[in-house]
């Protein structure tokens, strides 16, 4: 007979519903640790296979919310979930059991997500003389492949450049179809990157927002992102001044980390459903970040001067908590003084609310804009149903992105001089 480990699940639910999941998920794994295998006799020593050692696929921003997973995202084991021994399944299983219990009777109605394409949908047609090529990029640091989307009918020009960081369990085509992000660079005339995690990196394809190791810069993943960024401006006709960074959830936070670690190469940033640079460092500290927000006491990196910002965040986004989105645009400003507040309010023609507080430097322009989406969840505002995690009746955050960009000077004459140290 097979002994099976004792979960107190009344315990655990008490400690979800109180914000603790870091704790909660604590209780599980002990419990865990307290049974003997499934599959052969407890030993004193792991085998050598089974000997911990550095997993970069152990996140806690890995599985997003859905019917099964509940309210938040969650971990399974670094060879995903069919590769968890049967004890840990079993106990992941009735974690998500009673997280979609209490999702159902807590969860606000406007937190809600559209399922989107299958992973295996290949891409959308594009438009003649367009191109969406797959490309890769190899550097000390790794190699990750991405796609660029190349406008038709501007062969020469000096084009901005978007780059675009899908959440977790994305892929470029489907990030790409649902911000409808290609549309636009046909519309305007701009090249779109989408750099894609790797499942080796992370089982669930989530940027590793909250490693330490991956929040600096000229290592990890800010690295090779950067390093994408760069070869495609050697390789295509790209203004260096219009150089931009954007992302949603993990690929949000992602972004934050590289308008930190980068901010000589991004002229602004974009943050839908993200969190600050540094808003944790392990997977405790995560949860907490996603629940709570960051700590006061993190200061995040300093810099001189500001990193032009925009932030989408629905106030019923129950998977990072909206504050998240009130510190990227702090952290993005520390130490500059922003001369005028501007809010506003409307709501777009799907019927989502929103607040909207823009702040300007001494010469009029916006270099820090709030969009506070009321109603919305964890998902990109005015998106494709063609994409997964999407709100298609918020306001149009990609269009709105673009404008903020391009509303930014290019950094190499922006008059502070020592804005880039």
Known sequence: MIARPKIDMQEATRLTRAGRLGEAMALLRGALASGPSPSRPATSEASPAEKPGPDRSACVDMVPPSPGTGETWTSPGPGGPDAMPAGRSQAREAFHGFLDRLRRRHAPAGDTVIPGRPDDAGPAPVPGGARFDECAYTEQAGRRTYKLYIPGGRAGQALPLVVMLHGCTQSPDDFAAGTRMNELAEEQGFLVAYPEQTRSANASRCWNWFNPGDQGRDGGEPALIAGITRQIMREHPVDPGQV?????????????????????????????????????????????????????????????????????????????????????????????????????????????GYTCTVRTDDDGRPMSEHWLLHGAGHAWSGGSPAGSYTEPRGPDASREMMRFFQQQPSPKRHKSGSRYQ
Request: proline share 5%; with cysteine; hydrophobic share 45%.
């Open 244 to 352: 931009y960074v954007a992302g949603l959830s993990a690929g949000g936070a992602a972004a934050a980390i590289m308008g930190a670690a980068y901010p000589d190469l991004y002229a602004a940033v974009g943050v839908h459903s993200g969190l600050a640079c540094g808003a944790a460092s392990d997977m405790v500290s995560a949860f907490t970040a996603m629940r709570q927000g960051m700590p006061s006491a993190s200061a995040g990196p300093r810099r001189s001067g500001i990193v032009p910002t925009i932030v989408f965040h629905g106030d019923r986004d129950t998977t990072v908590n909206p504050v998240n989105g009130d510190q990227v645009l702090a952290q993005a400003a520390a130490g500059s003084k922003l001369l005028r507040t501007t809010v506003s309010r409307g709501s777009a023609q799907g019927g989502i």
